[in-house]
């Protein structure tokens, strides 16, 4: 089977994307069922940097993804068909007919899709865009893949999507960095800290976390350190300044530490170090930093809403979003525990991110393609 990949992005790639494909395409080229792949994307993305060269996997240049095509544009066109694929999969839900040959498109995003609510009118018109183009990709396709149970429950319920159109295949865990290293700009008598990561957001409800500060030092005068790993994107500045002015106004801008966007390296070490792992994002399609939290046996405590307990399972403990008292509590709770619970529910964390591999992922994803040719 000759398989091209389509990366249709405006040029950009989020961390969560990059480690998809750093670590699915290796597993796709080692199976012999694939004779080749090829791979297309933007320059600006730098896909060939991610993989080491291998004999099976080519990689091309396209322009960057533009709304409201109903194909791929000529020049990705021409390569298509220099190549001649047996079949196309475009993990970014994107429009990608080619002929006749059949496409697989995945979802991997679902704030255009079902975070509207923490947006403005402008955030709001860019995610109506997203929206229209996941959808238009979904229903042209010839299979669909959701990375949690949460997408496909979604696009079946809301978009009448066909329950056999749709599989479900989870992402692999990411490896921990082999030798982690402290963030620099992390204060150095900050020994006991709460870790949280992710890009910042609305979605991600970090004002769960500004609030927990709060009530730490002024209702029990016990004041917690967070430590708060994420970068937020060009459109996003104005959050980000009003997130940090909330913390200010709070009284408790001197118990975060904002360490922005950290190397692999260093999220190792914050996973390993803190004294709790806080997840509080209310949308997310298949949250990598779950997976990389538990397969450094994070201490974790997250959000009741969907995806987030079809990850972590047993490995957590829970509060409902926006809950201050109930996030206080749980977090109170985990930091009471002796080192001999500790040790066991850091065990239980790592062997439930064992769950999820890599070999699974790329396995599922041929099986797929074999069933639609």
Not at 145 to 167: C, H, L
């Amino acid at each position: 089977m000759k398989l091209a990949i389509l990366n249709l992005t405006g040029g950009g790639i989020s961390g969560g994307y990059k480690n998809y494909l750093r670590n699915i395409l290796p597993y796709l080229a080692a199976d012999n069922r694939l004779e080749s792949l090829f791979c297309v994307s933007p320059v600006s993305m730098g896909v060939e940097s991610l993989v080491s060269a291998s004999d099976k996997i080519r990689f091309a240049s396209c322009a960057p993804f533009k709304p409201f095509r109903n194909g791929v544009d000529k020049e990705t066109a021409r390569l298509l068909s220099s190549y001649g694929p047996d079949a196309i999969f475009v993990p970014t839900a994107r429009v990608a007919r080619f002929r006749n040959v059949p496409v697989v498109t995945m979802i991997q995003n679902m704030a255009p899709l079902a975070a509207w609510e923490w947006y403005g009118l402008w955030q709001k018109f860019k995610l109506l865009v997203q929206k229209y183009e996941t959808y238009k990709a979904v229903c042209q396709a010839e299979k669909v893949i959701a990375i949690s149970g949460y997408v496909r429950r979604f696009i079946s319920e809301k978009w009448g999507i066909a329950d056999e159109k749709i599989d479900s295949i989870y992402f692999g865990t990411p490896l921990p960095a082999e030798n982690p290293v402290r963030p620099p700009n992390l204060p150095e008598d900050w020994r006991d800290f709460i870790f949280t990561a992710g890009s910042i957001e609305p979605y991600r409800c970090l004002e769960d976390v500004i609030k927990c500060a709060e009530y730490c030092r002024k209702k029990l005068a016990v004041p917690v350190r967070i430590v708060i790993a994420g970068q937020a994107k060009q459109d996003m500045h104005k959050y980000e300044r009003y997130i940090k002015n909330m913390a200010l106004k709070a009284g408790v801008a001197p118990d975060l530490c904002w360490v922005g966007q950290i190397p692999e390296a260093e999220m190792t070490w914050c996973y390993r170090n803190c004294s709790a792992f806080i997840m509080t994002s209310r949308v997310e399609a298949g949250p990598t930093t779950v997976l990389e939290a538990m397969s450094c046996g994070a201490i974790c405590v997250a959000a009741d809403n969907a995806p987030l307990p079809e990850f972590f399972g047993n490995a957590a403990v829970y509060y409902r979003p926006g809950d201050i008292q109930m996030l206080v509590f749980r977090i109170r709770e985990v930091l009471s525990w002796d080192a001999e619970k500790r040790k066991k529910v850091s065990a239980a964390a790592y062997a439930r991110s064992c769950e999820f591999t890599w070999k699974k992922s790329a396995e599922k994803t041929i099986d797929l393609l074999e069933r639609i040719l």
